[in-house]
C-alpha cells in the first residue's frame, strides 16, 4: 500500500525532506550530491529505534534508499567514472612517452624543450582529471553504503517495502560485502522471514568467503 500524507495528520520532517528530495530530483532543481548532502543525510543521521508500527519513518527510509539506488542504478556514475578512468590511463601513457622522448639524449635539444612544455601542460590535465575520478569514486561508495543502509533501517522500522527492500538490500550488501559494514545488532533485529528468498545465497557466502560479510 502507497502511504498517503492524508493517513497521519502529522508529517515528520525526515519524511517530508525525503518528498522534497524526491521532488528536486524529478525536477532537476538541484544536483543528486547536492540533495543527499542537503535533504537525506541530516534526517538519516537522526536514526534511533523507533516503534515497528512508526510507518513514517519506515517510509522516510525507504525513500532515501530508493533515491541512493537510483543514483546507482541509472548507470550515470558509472559512465562518468569510466570517462574520466579511460582520459586518465590516456594521459598517464602519454606522459609516460613524453618523459621517455626528453629522456633521449639523440633527440634535438628544442624538440625535447618543446615537449617537456607539452608534458607541464598535460601533467595538470591530468593531476585534475585524478582529482575527479577520485571524488566520483567516492560519491559512488557514498551512495552505496548509504543506500546499503537506509535499506536496513527500512526493514527495521516498517513491513510496507519488505519485497523491494530486502531483494537490493541483499543485493547490494552481497555484491559490497567487501567493503560494506552495517550495524550488526539492527540485522539481527529484522524478522528472519524477510530474507528466506535469499537464504540459500546468504548461507552459501557465509560458509565459503572470508570477507567482512561473515563478521
Not at 1 to 19: E, F, H, K, V, W
Not at 33 to 52: R, V
Not at 102 to 125: C, G, N, T, W, Y
Request: hydrophobic share 35%; proline share 1%.
Amino acid at each position: 500500500r502507497q502511504m498517503c500524507i492524508r493517513d497521519r495528520p502529522y508529517l515528520s520532517n525526515g519524511l517530508l525532506n525525503a518528498i522534497v528530495a524526491k521532488w528536486s530530483a524529478e525536477s532537476k532543481l538541484d544536483t543528486s550530491e547536492n540533495i543527499i548532502n542537503n535533504y537525506i543525510l541530516p534526517e538519516a543521521s537522526k536514526f534511533q529505534e523507533f516503534a515497528k508500527s512508526d510507518k513514517l519513518d519506515a517510509n522516510m527510509y525507504h525513500m532515501f534508499a530508493a533515491f541512493c539506488d537510483e543514483q546507482l542504478r541509472s548507470g550515470e556514475i558509472e559512465s562518468v567514472i569510466s570517462a574520466y578512468d579511460k582520459t586518465a590511463r590516456q594521459k598517464k601513457k602519454d606522459l609516460m612517452d613524453l618523459d621517455k622522448f626528453m629522456r633521449d639524449e639523440s633527440k634535438p635539444r628544442h624538440d625535447r624543450k618543446d615537449a617537456h612544455r607539452v608534458f607541464k601542460r598535460l601533467e595538470i590535465q591530468y593531476k585534475a582529471e585524478i582529482l575527479e575520478l577520485k571524488k566520483h569514486l567516492k560519491y559512488r561508495e557514498k551512495c552505496t553504503h548509504n543506500a546499503v543502509d537506509f535499506y536496513l533501517k527500512s526493514l527495521v522500522l516498517g513491513d510496507d517495502h519488505d519485497a523491494t527492500d530486502t531483494d537490493r538490500f541483499c543485493a547490494l550488501w552481497l555484491e559490497n560485502s567487501d567493503h560494506i559494514v552495517i550495524d550488526s545488532e539492527l540485522l539481527m533485529s529484522i524478522s528472519s522471514h524477510k530474507f528466506i528468498q535469499w537464504a540459500s545465497q546468504l548461507i552459501s557466502r557465509l560458509f565459503n568467503e572470508n570477507t567482512k560479510f561473515q563478521d
